[in-house]
Every structure is written in structure tokens, then in C-alpha cells.
């Protein structure tokens, strides 16, 4: 069968592809091997989050009477049943990305997909021909050859969204957005859970002092954060995981029944044709120039297979210019300089554009201005003082950076990530009038912080 375009993998660039490709009046297919919507949809962003709600909750329980409200009994988390509802979730999220399919009339290609020569694409030993191919074949976690992972007592992101029960301790290795999310979900249900990371901060990509308020807020929920510390060997001996590292202390070794690795991701490009196309690759990902068209002709490539930020919301931006670059339109680039960043902790962490290091770096002569949530009415009322909202703007006062810490603040990002891209100044933020009393009032005190012109600080 002949489509005008085959997009091989479902996830948030695959779907988003098809459906704008089918919008733009061509006939498409999709490829894919297991659920519609990718990892993000069943074994990442969004059962992730389903569990993560299920602590929150958990932990209001725990901390009712602060609210003045009585619980009688013991108050204990569920595991069987909150890993129930968010495999429930995901399973919803798939079936609303299959009746997009259907809706768009885009059908559906079963099986692993693989390029088959020019213009073509083998399904499970059925051929499909098509103008262009679009790969979106996302990715998967990284395995280290000295943390062999089983999938029970080393684990990868996929398992602990599953495990059978609650183990009583858990090592985390890594502190990027994954590691930090399951450390903060296991702890919250009771789990002692250590978090090893090899650089000197933990989410190292994130803004310092970001770093820094989060370590103090994992230690509260009584995990360790062992930050400069290498993982040298991980074994299994009578059941549980012992861990040899060196960091500041030398070198030690540490036990706890489950061991997760989140060390990173590795791209899914094994066997989907690459070589038969000559199609360029450079360490692990996929060669692409601005339109995502890879070396070979009529075939593209987005998300997390190029060298570009592997996020969901990066691959559906991706996608989109890529289908109506392909279509014939002259879309905007991707900005990438403004790309938003969320980790789903307790406190949440939202931030987007430089970070003050990064500002130091590139010689930028810069201000920033702070807002402390304990200062904030909304946050004080709701019990969630920890945080701040940081804000960094160039020596023409516009916005460059945004980080901040805090209960819902991964709901307040869009604000900042608008206005770094509009080239919004302190003065333009700071003479919005913002809704009282909400979060979103410490953007414009951050604002009027760094004009010198701050009211409740």
C-alpha cells in the first residue's frame, strides 16, 4: 500500500506527526510495536505523575490535622492498588490516542517497523511504500555494564512504576528528572531511599541554587543525597543489592533490597534500516539538518533519536515543523534556547532558559530577582511555604532565565517561557497585574525584585 507519509513510533512526536500530517490532507500510517503513545503514555511522563498524585494524597493524610482535619486510625499507602490506578491511567491515555487515530483517519500499522530501502518501510515482512518517513522511535534506559539491570532487585524507570510492593529501602542512581521523581515517590511512601549521583550537584542540570533547596528537601523526607560519588560496582548477594562507590567519604559500599538505575537513555536506532540508507549517525544519534530530514532522502528523524532534548514536548515540536516542512509550509524554527523543563518532585521544579552559571559563563552582564514562597499569601494558606521563584534577566533587563522551586510551580512555567520568548523585560512582567492571591503573583514580585522596586520583601 502507497501513503504520502509513515511515521514509525507513537509517541509524543510520532502521534502529534501523524495527526498534523493527516490535518494537512496526506495519507498516513503509523507504525508501532506496543501501546500507542510511547513510553511517555504508559511507562514514563504520565503514569509517573498518576503515582506521584497517589503520594501527594498520601501524604495530606499523613498531615491532616496541620489542616484541622481529624483522621482516625493508621493512614498507609496501597501500593497494589496506586500502581493499579496508574497503569489505569496510562491504559486511558493510550485508548484517547487511538481514538485520535481513528478521528484522523490515520491507520494503524501493527508490528516493528523498519526502513526497507527508499521510500519504503517493512512491517513484520509487509512492505509499505510512502513520499516520507518519519522515525520516532524514542528511546529507552540506558544499561551500564556495571549495573546489570534484572528487573527485580536492578531495576530500570519501567520496573519501579510496576514493583509487586513496597521494598523497604531503595538506591537511586541518578538525580536527573527520573531518578529525583521515583526518589521523592519512594520516600514519600516510607521507603529509605539513597540518591547517588556522580556530579557535585544533584539534578546537575538544573540552576544551583535549585540544587541546593532540593537536597534540603530530600533530606526532610529522610533521604540521603550522596552528590561527587561513583557507582563502581552494583551486585546481588542473597537477595539484596550491594553497592561499591567512592565519593567524598572514599570508598564504601551500601546495601538496600532494590537498586533503580536512571542513568540515562539510550536511543531506540538498532535494526529500523539505518545502514541500508547509509543514513548518518553520530554518537548514538540520528544526523539531521533544521527541517529533521536525515543524509537520506525523504527520510526525518525527531525526538529523542537526534541530538536534541529529549522531552516530550521537544519531539511534538519537532514533529510538527517537520510534517509541515514536509507539507510545503515555512514553519518557525524550534527554539530551542526556550525550552521548558519540569521535575515533578515535592517541592515541583520548573525551569526554563539559562541558569546564573550559564549567564557567568557567556559573560553576560545580568540581575536576578527572588521571590520567596514563604512570603507568598497563596502558599502560606495552602501549607506549602518551601521555594522561591528566581528570575534572571540581561543587561537590557529582559528575561533570560527562570528557575523556581515550589508546590505547582511546573503549572506556572508557561508565563516565563512566553515571556523569555517574546523578549519580555522585568518592567513588562512586573506591570502585569497578576491574580491575588495565587503562586503566580512571585513572577511579578521576582520581577520587582530585580528592578529594585520589591513591595512584601
Known sequence: MKYDIIVIGSGPGGYVAAIRASQLGKKVAIVEKAELGGVCLNWGCIPTKALLKSAQVFSYCKNAAHYGVAIDGDVKPDFEKIVARSRTVADTMSKGVAFLMKKNNIDILTGFGRLAGEGRVDVEGTLYEADAIILATGARPRQMPFMPIDGQHVISSKEALTLPRLPQSMIVVGSGAIGSEFACLYASLGVKVTVVEYMPQMMPLEDEEVAKTMERSFRKMRA?????????????????????????????????????????????????????????????????????????????????????????????????????????????????????SCVFTSPEVASVGMTEQQARDKGIDYKVGHFPFTASGKATAAGDRDGFVKLIFDEQERLIGAHMVGATVTEMLGEPTLAKRLGATAHAIAKTIHSHPTMHEGLMEASEAAMGAAIHL
Not at 553497592?243 to 537513555?265: C, M, P, Y
Not at 532534548?309 to 509541515?324: D, K, N, R, T, Y
Open 224 to 340: 540521603t543525597v550522596l552528590t561527587s560519588t561513583t557507582v563502581k560496582a552494583v551486585r546481588v548477594v542473597d537477595g539484596a543489592c550491594e553497592v561499591d562507590i567512592e565519593g567524598k567519604k572514599g570508598a564504601e559500599t551500601l546495601s538496600a533490597e532494590v537498586v533503580l538505575s536512571a542513568v540515562g537513555i539510550k536511543s531506540n536506532i538498532e535494526n529500523i534500516g539505518l545502514e541500508e540508507l547509509g543514513i548518518a549517525v553520530e554518537r548514538d544519534k540520528i544526523v539531521v539538518d533544521e527541517h529533521y530530514q536525515t543524509s537520506a532522502q525523504g527520510v526525518y528523524a525527531i525526538g529523542d533519536i537526534i541530538a536534541t532534548p529529549a522531552l516530550a514536548h521537544v519531539a511534538s515540536a519537532e514533529a510538527i515543523h517537520c510534517v509541515e516542512h514536509i507539507c510545503g509550509l515555512q514553519p518557525d524554527a524550534v527554539d530551542y534556547s526556550t525550552i521548558p
